[in-house]
């Protein structure tokens, strides 16, 4: 079988694509043949080395796939040999197999297709972890969403307006701001062509936004901090710009605000039966046509440095998937 393989930390032109003996799984195990592989923001900095989890060299990338069952070790029963499954694996998505332990894997909803599988359960994982867990966000109250047109960012507008809540989308173009209002976005703001600030207060006529979502960091972090809401609730989701923002405590203190961290891989390990709860209400939420994950690009395996490189360059709306 091909795989992506990362021989060495540097950026996604170094990766090569190689031949691998067939992957057989061990007991508690699933091996699975990937139709489909959803790419995320991590898996840039992975391959640098600059992600919070540094897996030993050589690696094959990739952590969200859709794909159907190859094989089953033993003590599998919850899937057979054949069945179209979900499967969230850390490492190896970007191959034509994968092993995937058998609690990170779960059958496919009747009707839905690979790619759309395939990209929901980092973006919209992430997502309704830091809305619903970490920031219960409640119906009535008013969302501002960085980075607002990336995956995370329109999974957040949707698991928002699902909650019942006013979202505000940012974002640093006209074309990305109508694709956050095509998934439902209340409000936008082109962040690139003006003061935040005024158009924060504006949007939410001087109150602030009771949560903030924030996928970038970088320069607007802080102006973004100072428009929110008493009791507000900002969410660390990333990094996307490269920087790390640093904000003055005594803004805390003013605002009565809290500054939440939202590290979903640890979350989905330390709390699986909350995560388990958490993807079936999502998939209820799809069924419902609640979200609806926009697969904007589909590149073939051997096209994955390319597919990493307009990640890199924030190239990407929505969601992009690699084919094998």
């Known amino acids: 079988m091909k795989a992506v393989v990362c021989k060495a930390w540097g950026l996604p032109d170094t990766l090569e694509v190689q031949e691998l003996p067939d992957l057989a799984p061990g007991p508690g195990q699933v091996a699975i043949d990937v139709k489909a592989a959803g790419v995320n923001f991590p898996d840039v900095l992975i391959i640098q080395g600059k992600y919070q989890v ?71 994982g992430t997502s309704h972890h830091a809305v619903v867990d970490r920031a219960a966000l409640k119906a009535g109250e008013t969302m501002l969403v ?77 102006p973004a901090f100072r428009s929110i809401a008493w009791r507000g609730r900002y969410l660390v989701v990333g990094f996307a710009n490269g920087e790390i923002p640093k904000l003055p405590f005594n803004l805390m203190l003013l605002k009565g605000a809290s500054v939440v961290g939202v590290f979903w891989g640890d979350f989905v390990r330390k709390e699986p039966k909350a995560n388990l709860a958490a993807m079936h209400q999502l998939l209820g939420w799809l069924g419902e046509g609640k979200i609806r994950p926009l697969i904007s690009k589909r590149y073939p395996l051997a096209d994955t440095h390319l597919a990493l490189e307009d990640m890199a360059a924030r190239k990407v709306t929505g969601k992009v998937v690699i084919v094998p």
């Open 146 to 222: 960085l980075g607002a047109a990336g995956g995370v960012g329109l999974a957040a507008i949707e698991i928002g307006k699902a909650l019942g809540a006013r979202v505000i989308a940012a974002a640093s173009s006209e074309d990305k701001l109508a694709v956050c209002r095509a998934h439902g976005a209340d409000a936008t703001i082109n962040y690139s062509a003006g003061d935040l600030r005024e158009a924060i207060k504006e949007a939410t006529g001087g109150k602030g936004p009771d949560v903030i979502y924030d996928p970038v960091g970088g320069a607007y972090a802080e």
């Open 54 to 124: 540094k897996p030993p060299l050589p690696f094959t990338p990739g952590n969200e796939l859709a794909g159907v069952v190859r094989a089953v070790g033993d003590g599998v029963a919850h899937v057979k040999v054949g069945d179209k499954v979900i499967a969230f694996t850390q490492l190896g998505a970007f191959a034509e197999q994968v092993v995937a332990p058998a609690q990170a894997v779960m059958p496919m909803p009747p009707g839905m297709d690979f790619d759309t599988a395939a990209a929901i359960t980092l973006t919209y």
